[in-house]
């Protein structure tokens, strides 16, 4: 499968702390994204890092992205309640056509 | 970004039966795609809707199990077929190719589907 790992599986934290989920991921890509998903609801897209970058920033999120080791991570500064949702990084490659493959997901509660 | 609905939004249906799930965009977009998240998992992609030719199914799914039709460029139909309780899953649509380019997704809010 070319789906990537997440982790942790699943995470719990005050309101307030930072948030880091960890992606790993098996080919080469041209693109990571990450994605959140709120319950029952579809996906909304995050943030975008492509192959050539190293990190990204984007309001309260920070993005990193090493190729080497073929790993991301999705850093929340600030967390919020409303940041509760489950977060799913997914790579895109174009080589074989436009494809996308979504890692396990990582379950963030936000304790008020 | 895009607006995307589904219909219907969740069912409860019969082992046996199929049921066809609508995909609509408000904008023209080239990609669409299918994908199941079966509870508490990840997506994984069923296929990719082409406008004007068969879809393109990814390993492990085939089309006289999830027919898709695509006649134009903004909608979408998946249909899941003689339907068993390992069908129950949430079903999304997904596009790519609007002002965000083609490396980004819009998803529409999924339809719940339940199979007894």
């Known amino acids: 499968s070319q789906q990537g790992e997440e982790d942790p599986q699943a995470l719990s934290i005050q309101e307030g702390e930072n948030a880091t989920m960890n992606c790993s991921y098996k080919?080469?890509?041209?693109?990571l994204q990450w994605y959140r998903q709120n319950s029952g609801r579809g996906l909304v897209h995050l943030i975008l890092?492509?192959?050539?970058?190293r990190e990204k920033h984007s309001g309260r999120l920070r993005v990193t992205l090493d190729t080497s080791k073929k790993s991301s991570s999705l850093l929340i500064t600030a967390s919020r309640a409303a940041d509760t949702a489950s977060y799913f990084c997914?790579?895109?490659?174009?080589?074989?056509?436009?494809?996308?493959?979504f890692g396990t997901g990582t379950s963030l509660t936000v304790i008020p | 970004s895009a607006v995307i609905s589904q219909k219907p939004s969740r069912d409860i249906c019969q082992r046996g039966t199929s049921l066809t799930i609508q995909c609509q965009v408000d904008?023209?977009?080239?990609?669409m795609f299918w994908y199941r998240q079966q509870p508490g998992q990840s997506l994984t992609l069923i296929a990719t809707?082409?406008?004007?030719?068969?879809?393109?199914?990814e390993s492990g799914f085939v089309i006289d199990k999830f027919p898709i039709s695509r006649p134009n460029l903004t909608f979408s139909t998946l249909t899941v077929s003689n339907m068993s309780p390992e069908d129950s899953s949430i079903y999304l649509c997904?596009?790519?190719?609007?002002?965000?380019?083609?490396?980004?997704?819009?998803f529409g809010p999924g339809t719940r589907l339940t199979v007894l």
């Open positions: 997904s596009v790519a190719g609007l002002a965000g380019g083609w490396d980004t997704q819009y």
């Open positions: 080919t080469s890509i041209n693109n």
């Open positions: 890092i492509r192959s050539n970058e």
């Open positions: 997914a790579t895109h490659k174009t080589d074989t056509g436009n494809q996308f493959y």
């Open positions: 904008s023209q977009v080239t990609m």
């Open positions: 809707a082409n406008q004007g030719s068969e879809a393109t199914y």
